[in-house]
């Protein structure tokens, strides 16, 4: 059940495609929970459940996407195919996820990272640290919320993520051709 020559696509093109679904996926789910109210009620068990809920995305987008490859490749598919497209995958997740959420940091919602940084500042005073403390992790903090690092971060995270993802279901996916055959 082999897809003809003129209607293959290739590695990149399926990893293109289901790597923008999965960055406008990721982009979505970020404003979901930050619209919603999410964010500012979090609490641990609302991580687990954001976190959970994350993975059953990535993976059944990695998934797809390993599963359209192997179809392309008449049905084949070896695992360090299925471990390079996983990572080739997130890295364009995490570039259209990242470039998702700069744009929507510069142009659209600019008040989102000094909200957060407000929400980190009250965290900061519960714990009883002095002003002194408090000013210094501030630092720290709007040095990494800006959208250019944010955007650094996203994308090396997610290739971390994938690649680490693809570790596994590159192994359910895989398809190697058999010793035997000639």
């Not at 599963?67 to 070896?78: A, I, S, W």
């Not at 497209?85 to 995490?94: H, P, V």
């Not at 996820?97 to 510069?106: D, E, M, P, Q, T």
């Amino acid at each position: 059940m082999g897809i003809s020559e003129e209607n293959r696509l290739s590695p990149t093109v399926i990893a293109l495609k289901w790597g923008i679904i999965g960055g406008v996926a990721s982009f979505l789910l970020t404003l979901i929970t930050k619209y919603s109210g999410l964010e500012e009620s979090f609490t641990e068990s609302l991580g687990w459940v954001s976190f959970l809920v994350t993975l059953l995305i990535n993976t059944s987008i990695l998934y797809l996407a390993l599963k359209e490859v192997r179809e392309n490749q008449d049905d084949m598919l070896t695992y360090g195919q299925g471990l390079g497209n996983s990572t080739l995958l997130g890295a364009i997740w995490g570039v259209a996820s990242g470039g998702f959420n700069y744009i929507y940091l510069n142009f659209i919602d600019q008040g989102v990272i000094q909200k957060q940084m407000d929400l980190a500042r009250e965290k900061l005073e519960s714990q009883g640290l002095s002003e002194s403390q408090i000013e210094e992790a501030e630092k720290m903090t709007q040095l990494m919320m800006g959208p250019g690092i944010q955007f650094i971060i996203i994308v090396v995270v997610t290739i971390i993520f994938m690649f680490l993802l693809g570790l596994v279901v590159s192994a359910i996916v895989k398809r190697e051709k058999s010793i035997f055959d000639e």
